[in-house]
């Protein structure tokens, strides 16, 4: 420990390893949870009816664990050599070793991003409590922006973990006062439950699901009331420009909707990072 503590750069190498293989696991995460949570749904729906669910195109067990990746055109299992982070895919070219089916690069990106921003947590914190809780919050921020923008869907088996992991870790004020998390975890669903509520009565739509009340309340409840103007701020300024981007680029369906958790999710990491010198630079303007 006392070698980690003299050479941070060994420190935030070793976390960038580690977070390579966290990534690797949080893309299992990102494809299977959404999947299991259609699992439970069938189940629920079953019983309900009296009947024995029987879910299309899934088979028991289907957890994070089991069954084994496996190439989703051929089948093919994959082996421990290439599901090496990282590396597999450049080895093997973005390509399945067995039918040469392509690999998506989403692959490894998020084990890049989560290994990146892990390095970056840990080279600003050092070996630290707050390190620890930073890493807990990078990593259920990548997973549920990239399910977000699959699904549109933000996990309550992630969102509500979150929210109190913030709340303990800020018992001892490590990223913000208890009070001021509290506060930021109740301010947080509030802001974004009254603007739907208030879309809704002026427009009769839904513009957000429940799940961004959850996830920015998770948000207030890590960094504290403090910081939810500036995640706010980034995540809808940058959500705009993108989704207008896509309605007159690409000639995006604006009935369909634009997933906001991924913005909210870039809105929190810019706070966690940035949030107070952004604040304190705001403030010396005025």
């Known amino acids: 420990m006392e070698l980690l503590h003299s050479e941070p750069a060994l420190f935030t190498g070793l976390v960038f390893l580690f977070a390579l293989l966290v990534g690797s696991f949080l893309n299992v ?41 496996a190439c989703p055109h051929c089948g093919h299992q994959v082996t421990a050599l290439e599901n090496v982070p990282l590396l597999s895919w ?44 930073a890493l807990l919050l990078v990593w259920t921020l990548v997973a549920l922006a990239f399910i977000d923008l699959d699904t ?6 992630l969102t509500l973990p979150l929210l109190w992991m913030g709340l303990l870790f800020n018992l001892g004020g490590h990223f913000a006062s208890l009070p001021d998390a509290v506060v930021g975890a109740m301010a947080g669903y509030l802001l974004l439950w009254s603007v739907y509520w208030l879309f809704k ?3 009769g739509k839904e513009g ?29 300024v940058v959500g705009a420009v993108i989704g207008i981007a896509m309605i007159v680029l690409v000639k995006h369906d604006r ?8 913005y909210l999710a870039g809105g929190g990491l810019v706070a966690l990072f940035f949030g107070t010198n952004l604040t304190q630079a705001y403030l010396a303007q005025l």
């Open 201 to 203: 009565l002026v427009t």
């Open 208 to 236: 957000m699901g429940y799940g961004d009340f959850k996830l920015l309340g998770a948000i207030g409840a890590w960094l504290g009331w403090q910081m939810l103007p500036v995640t706010l701020l980034l995540s809808s």
């Open 90 to 133: 450049l080895w093997l070219r973005g390509r399945c070793s067995a039918c040469a089916a392509p690999i998506s690069a989403r692959y490894p990106l998020v084990e890049l991003l989560t290994a990146l921003l892990s390095a970056a947590a840990a080279w600003k914190w050092g070996v630290s409590v707050q390190t620890l809780g």
């Open 255 to 262: 009935r369909v909707p634009i997933p906001f958790g991924p």
């Open 152 to 157: 549109t869907l933000l996990p309550d088996s």
């Open 29 to 69: 995460v990102i494809h299977r949870l959404p999947k299991m949570m259609e699992v439970e749904w069938h189940e629920q729906c079953a019983e309900l009816r009296g009947e024995t669910a029987s879910p299309p195109g899934i088979n028991k067990p289907y957890n994070l664990l089991v069954p084994r990746s």
